[in-house]
């Protein structure tokens, strides 16, 4: 069954370094999606991309963050100078599809990269 | 804006049991509405979903849940629960776009 990848799974990181997760997306998806976890909180949207550009984007992404899709597989989400408070699980995830014309737009996670900010 | 309000953080039942997680959405326009299960150590993974079609909603592991617009719920049930049932669930909701938006969760706990 096809399914997002993530690496790295866990990340250690210093504060102020730039760390980059990978995705890659279930292979005839067209959108993606970034979502973050951090420990003992909800799950909070990101960011969505489609067509090579971001076409929604929360608060929480400012501009420290970024989303490219380098290749044909891969999404990545970048991040310049990494806070504290930026010690989460990111989750990747993809639809093949938006909402409408009988599609769901089902969204299908990865299983998140744990991201530790010291 | 659409939200999503999770009732009881932690949930605690005995192998056996019913399994009642509650769900509160608010939306101004129809929703569809998903309930997603993270096991430990693991990714979020579609129980299943309510998009307009059938109110009662059958998923994955013997799980439903049944769509109210009277009293804006989606609560997810299941008639015994299994000690594989221990996880993380999440209601969300999602208005218009794909974006979804979580609640806070629910960990739910099976006794022997």
């Known amino acids: 069954e096809p399914e997002v990848t993530q690496t790295p799974s866990h990340q250690v990181t210093q504060m102020g370094q730039e760390v980059i997760l990978r995705c890659v997306p279930i292979?005839?998806?067209?959108?993606f999606y970034w979502y973050r976890q951090i420990l003992g909180q909800k799950v909070e949207f990101l960011v969505s991309?489609?067509?090579?550009?971001?076409?929604?984007k929360s608060e929480i992404f400012d501009d420290q963050f970024s989303v490219e899709r380098p290749d044909g597989s891969n999404f990545t989400l970048k991040i310049r100078s990494t806070k504290l408070e930026d010690s989460a699980m990111y989750f990747c995830?993809?639809?093949?599809?938006?909402?409408?014309?009988?599609?769901?737009?089902?969204?299908?996670f990865g299983e998140g990269s744990r991201l530790t900010v010291l | 804006a659409q939200s999503v309000t999770q009732l009881g953080s932690h949930v605690s039942v005995s192998e056996g049991a019913l399994v009642l997680l509650r769900c509160n959405y608010s939306?101004?326009?129809?929703?569809?509405l998903f309930w997603y299960v993270q096991y430990p150590n693991q990714g979020l993974q579609l129980l299943l979903k309510?998009?307009?079609?059938?109110?009662l909603v059958k998923g994955i592991n013997g799980f439903e849940a049944e769509f109210k617009k009277s009293e804006t719920s989606f609560h997810l049930t299941k008639p015994s629960a299994h000690m594989s049932d221990a996880a993380e669930y999440f209601c969300?909701?999602?208005?218009?776009?794909?974006?979804?938006?979580f609640g806070t969760g629910t960990r739910l706990q099976v006794f022997p």
């Open positions: 939306s101004s326009v129809p929703p569809y």
């Open positions: 969300a909701v999602s208005v218009l776009t794909d974006k979804l938006i």
């Open positions: 995830a993809s639809s093949e599809a938006l909402r409408g014309g009988g599609n769901t737009g089902e969204l299908f």
């Open positions: 292979s005839n998806h067209l959108y």
């Open positions: 991309f489609y067509n090579n550009e971001i076409s929604e």
């Open positions: 309510y998009t307009s079609a059938a109110t």
